[in-house]
């Protein structure tokens, strides 16, 4: 059997790879820097990202693209998403690609959408509530792959299944994926909420409002019901608007106090991915108002202030209408 190829060597791709090879498959990551992959092989530690976590012996390292998907069925595509579409532009068309990033395309449509533009025949998204640091050190997850091939996707199933990680399969891509890419806009606002101390109160009706926001957009887009309230939709959102360890959760908080946003070496989806929903509704006419709230005050269109008023501002209406 061929290595399993990950590519990223970012937080979340290390991870992945940590995993697969602690249950003892062949993994080889993927980094785009040669003096990176030098380091990683000489540390055994990925410094940047993943600190805390000792890289396993069998996983190995390489700056060499075509080395690393070499006789590969499928990869990981763990960059950034706005390193998306570079990279599989590289990648031959007829590999499988796992699309791990919870971003949007720079047209704020899918990625997956994407891949299949650009004549990749099959593709999966991989989503769920999955803080990088708890899986590279080896803390009881579960995560969701989703595709339109039910093969694939249950070879993802099979590469990434271990005692520290249950995979589930789904078909319902669209959910899977958008799931992943609202879930980090509302926990902007929830770091927001804990930045400006506006209590515990705030920031539930803010996480349940957010989940109804999210619902209505993944449904308008084609995703299933079941799916809003599974592992990448609510669990996702759950994990990523309250944990600690949440680079969006913690880039509002640094928002909200004043502070730069940026998470140094890591990259906070969030930021990129609100703007991009909000251009959406517009054009589309959609309501999305969490999501516009986060975006304009980012962008500083908004001070905090007005964005809270256009959330509690708001006419009033019955729950179940929004």
């Known amino acids: 059997m061929s290595a399993l190829p990950v590519l990223g060597a970012g937080g979340w791709g290390t991870a992945l790879a940590v995993?697969?090879?602690?249950?003892?498959?062949?993994?080889i990551l993927w980094a785009r820097r040669p003096e990176?992959?030098?380091?990683?092989?000489?540390?055994?530690?990925?410094?940047?990202?993943?600190?805390?976590?000792?890289?396993?012996?069998?996983?190995?390292?390489?700056?060499?693209?075509?080395?690393?998907?070499?006789?590969?069925?499928?990869?990981?595509?763990?960059?950034?998403?706005?390193?998306v579409p570079e990279l599989l532009e590289q990648l031959p068309r007829t590999l499988g690609v796992v699309l791990c990033a919870k971003g949007l395309a720079p047209d704020g449509g899918q990625l997956s959408a994407l891949a299949r533009r650009m004549?990749?025949?099959?593709?999966?998204?991989?989503?769920?509530?999955?803080?990088?640091?708890?899986?590279?050190?080896?803390?009881?997850?579960?995560?969701?792959?989703a595709s339109a091939d039910q093969k694939l996707a249950l070879a993802v199933q099979s590469a990434l299944m271990s005692p520290a990680l249950r995979v589930y399969t789904s078909a319902d891509e669209v959910g899977v994926e958008l799931g992943g890419v609202l879930k980090n806009v509302m926990a902007l606002a929830a770091g927001l909420v804990d930045g400006l101390e506006l209590g515990d109160n705030a920031k539930a009706a803010l996480i349940t409002r957010g989940l109804r926001?999210?619902?209505?957009?993944?449904l308008a887009l084609g995703a299933q019901e079941d799916t809003v309230y599974g592992l990448s939709g609510l669990g996702d959102l759950f994990a990523t608007a309250t944990s600690r360890l949440s680079r969006n959760r913690a880039a509002g908080e640094a928002?909200?106090?004043?502070?730069n946003p940026s998470q140094g070496a890591q990259v906070v989806e969030g930021l990129r991915t609100a703007g991009l929903l909000d251009a959406w509704a517009s054009a589309h006419g959609f309501d999305l108002p969490i999501v516009r709230a986060v975006a304009r005050v980012a962008s500083g269109e908004w001070?905090?202030?007005?964005?809270?008023?256009?959330?509690?501002?708001?006419?009033?209406?019955?729950?179940?209408h929004g």
């Open 19 to 27: 995993g697969a090879a602690r249950s003892g498959r062949d993994v």
């Open 213 to 218: 926001e999210m619902r209505r957009y993944l």
């Open 255 to 259: 928002m909200a106090r004043g502070q």
């Open 36 to 83: 990176l992959v030098a380091e990683l092989t000489r540390t055994r530690v990925n410094a940047d990202y993943l600190p805390d976590v000792t890289l396993p012996d069998p996983l190995r390292f390489t700056s060499d693209l075509t080395e690393a998907v070499s006789g590969a069925d499928f990869a990981l595509v763990a960059v950034p998403s706005v390193g």
């Open 119 to 145: 004549g990749f025949g099959r593709v999966a998204v991989l989503s769920g509530p999955n803080l990088a640091s708890e899986i590279g050190g080896g803390l009881p997850a579960a995560t969701v792959v």
């Open 303 to 320: 001070t905090l202030d007005s964005g809270i008023a256009s959330l509690m501002e708001r006419d009033a209406k019955a729950e179940e």
